[in-house]
C-alpha cells in the first residue's frame, strides 16, 4: 500500500488517476528496454549510469512494483465489496461494507453500506407489517365465525326451536369470543326472584349446571337487580367477594351481562378464562351485548309461545292460523327483522266472487271450498312461513327472510295453484281463483298493521284490473 502523504498521497486521488499512474508506470518499462536496446552506451536518466541489463531490469523491476501495488489496491478493494454484495446478496442483511477510501470505490462500498441499511430496515418493517396483517387476518376470522354463528341462532329463532336448543346453541357459539373456556346462561323462573342455571359449555358444566341464583343475592344476584355489568381482567381490581365467586367459577377474566325482556330482568350471560394478563376488547364486549339481545328475543319469544298455547291460535274451520295469531306473529317477526335487519313480507290473498259462489253453491259447497283451498295454502308453506284465514274469504301470510320480490314469486306460484286445483272441476262456476297484494318491512311499513294496509291497499289495486291478479 502507498503511505498517505500530503501533497503526494494518491489515497485522495480519484479512481481515474490512480489507474493513470498505474499505467503510465508500467508503461515506462518497455521504452526503458527500447532504449536500451537503441542506445545502449548512452548515459541516461541524469544518473551517469551506462545503459546495462542488470540497471534497466532493476529499474524495470521497481516500476513494475510500484505499478502493480497500486492497481492490487484498487483490485482488492473491488473483491472485497464485490464478496461482501455477494453475502448481503444471501440474505445476510446485517453484513457492514466498510471503507476508508476516498475515491469512486469507497463511495460505492459507503453507498451499497446504507443501501443495506436501507432493505433491512424496509424488511424488519415488512417483517412487522406481516405479524399484524396476520393478527388483523385472525380477528376478521373470528368475527366471520361469530357473525356467522348469530345468523345461525337467527335462524333457530326464526324456525321457533325451543327455548333450551336455543340457549344451547349461544351457549356454543359465544365460547368463541375473548378466548373464552366457560360461558353460562341463568335465566329467571317465570313469577319468581330465582334465576337458574340453564345452559353451560366449556367448564366445569356438570357443577354449574345445578346453581341458582336468587335476586339481590351474591355477585350474580346483585349484578342482575342492579341491571349491572361485571367486567373482570388484568384491568380491573376485583372485592373480595367478587375474587371469591370468580374462583367459585375456575376464572380470573370474565364478563356477566345481564338479560332483558320488556324492561325487566330475565337472566345472565357469562364468559370468561384464566389467562393471566387478559383484557377485554371493546369489540368482544360489543359481540356479547348482540348475543345478549338475541337471548333477549328468544327469551321473549318462548313466552310468547307459551301465551299463544293458552290461547285459541287456529282457525276452526280450516285449521289454519286465525287472524289475531298472524297479527301478532307478524309483529313479532317485523320486530326481528328490524333488529337484525333481514326481510319479512306479508301476503293477503282473497277469493275472487266469493259472495257469487256462497250465493250459488250454498254453506256446505262454500265451506268445502275454503277447506280444500287451506290444503293448497298449507302445502305451499315453508316450515318457517306462516298462513292463516284471517276472513271470511281471506287468508294471509307471514314470510320471516323473504323480500318483496321472493314473496310476489311465491304468491304467483300459489295463485296458479289454486287456480289448478279448482279447474279441475266440470262445473266451470266452481273454477275458484284468487288475487292477492303483497307488502315488504320496511319498505312498506314498520309494524303488523302497516304491512297488513298496505297489503289491504294493493289488494284493492289488483281487485280493480280484474280478477285473479297479484300487486306488490
Not at 528496454?33 to 541516461?44: A, G
Not at 341463568?186 to 313469577?191: A, D, P, S, W
Not at 342455571?197 to 336468587?214: D, F, N, P, Q, Y
Not at 291460535?313 to 287472524?323: A, H, M, R, V
Request: hydrophobic share 45%.
Amino acid at each position: 500500500m502507498l503511505k498517505k502523504t500530503k501533497g503526494f498521497s494518491l489515497a485522495s486521488r480519484g479512481l481515474r488517476a490512480k489507474l493513470l499512474v498505474a499505467i503510465s508506470l508500467l508503461s515506462i518499462i518497455p521504452i526503458l528496454i527500447c532504449l536500451n536496446i537503441i542506445f545502449p552506451s548512452v548515459e541516461w536518466l541524469s544518473f551517469g549510469i551506462k545503459g546495462n541489463v542488470l540497471w534497466v531490469t532493476v529499474i524495470t523491476a521497481v516500476i513494475f512494483l510500484i505499478g502493480f501495488f497500486i492497481l492490487k489496491e484498487i483490485v482488492d478493494h473491488i473483491v472485497r465489496i464485490s464478496n461482501d454484495a455477494q453475502m448481503i446478496a444471501k440474505g445476510d442483511l446485517n453484513r457492514r461494507v466498510e471503507s476508508d477510501r476516498e475515491d469512486e470505490i469507497g463511495d460505492l462500498g459507503n453507498a451499497l453500506d446504507v443501501l443495506t441499511k436501507r432493505i433491512k430496515g424496509n424488511m424488519d418493517e415488512l417483517k412487522a407489517y406481516s405479524e399484524r396483517t396476520k393478527e388483523i387476518n385472525l380477528e376478521i376470522h373470528k368475527r366471520v365465525v361469530v357473525l356467522s354463528s348469530l345468523l345461525q341462532i337467527s335462524n333457530l329463532i326464526t324456525q321457533g326451536t325451543e327455548l333450551d336448543q336455543i340457549l344451547k346453541a349461544t351457549a356454543e357459539k359465544v365460547l368463541n369470543i375473548g378466548n373464552s373456556k366457560l360461558c353460562f346462561l341463568l335465566l329467571r323462573q317465570e313469577g319468581s326472584d330465582i334465576l337458574k342455571m340453564r345452559s353451560v359449555h366449556g367448564a366445569l358444566t356438570k357443577e354449574l349446571l345445578a346453581i341458582s341464583v336468587r335476586l339481590g343475592e351474591g355477585v350474580l344476584g346483585k349484578l342482575a337487580i342492579k341491571n349491572e355489568r361485571l367486567i373482570l381482567d388484568s384491568d380491573k381490581r376485583p372485592s373480595a367477594e367478587v375474587d371469591l365467586w370468580r374462583k367459585s367459577f375456575g376464572l380470573i377474566n370474565a364478563v356477566v351481562t345481564p338479560i332483558l325482556s320488556h324492561g325487566e330482568i330475565s337472566g345472565l350471560l357469562g364468559i370468561g378464562n384464566d389467562l393471566e394478563n387478559f383484557v377485554y376488547k371493546p369489540e368482544d364486549i360489543e359481540m356479547i351485548d348482540i348475543f345478549v339481545k338475541q337471548v333477549s328475543i328468544a327469551v321473549e319469544d318462548g313466552f310468547l309461545h307459551v301465551k299463544v298455547e293458552k290461547l285459541e291460535i287456529k282457525d276452526p274451520l280450516t285449521g289454519l292460523y286465525n287472524e289475531r295469531y298472524i297479527q301478532s306473529r307478524l309483529d313479532e317477526e317485523i320486530k326481528r327483522a328490524i333488529l337484525y335487519q333481514r326481510p319479512c313480507a306479508f301476503i293477503l290473498f282473497n277469493i275472487d266472487d266469493f259472495r257469487k259462489f256462497h250465493t250459488l253453491f250454498g254453506e256446505l259447497a262454500t265451506e268445502a271450498s275454503l277447506k280444500k283451498m287451506a290444503v293448497v295454502f298449507e302445502e305451499m308453506a315453508s316450515e318457517i312461513d306462516r298462513v292463516g284465514r284471517i276472513g271470511d274469504n281471506e287468508f294471509a301470510y307471514v314470510l320471516p327472510e323473504k323480500n318483496k320480490r321472493q314473496a310476489a314469486e311465491l304468491a304467483e306460484e300459489i295463485r296458479k295453484k289454486v287456480e289448478f286445483v279448482f279447474a279441475e272441476d266440470e262445473d266451470v262456476r266452481k273454477h275458484i281463483t284468487v288475487s292477492a297484494g303483497v307488502s315488504e318491512n320496511p319498505i312498506d311499513g314498520v309494524t303488523a298493521q302497516n304491512l297488513m294496509g298496505r297489503a289491504r291497499q294493493l289488494l284493492s289495486e289488483a281487485k280493480a284490473h280484474g280478477k285473479n291478479q297479484i300487486k306488490s
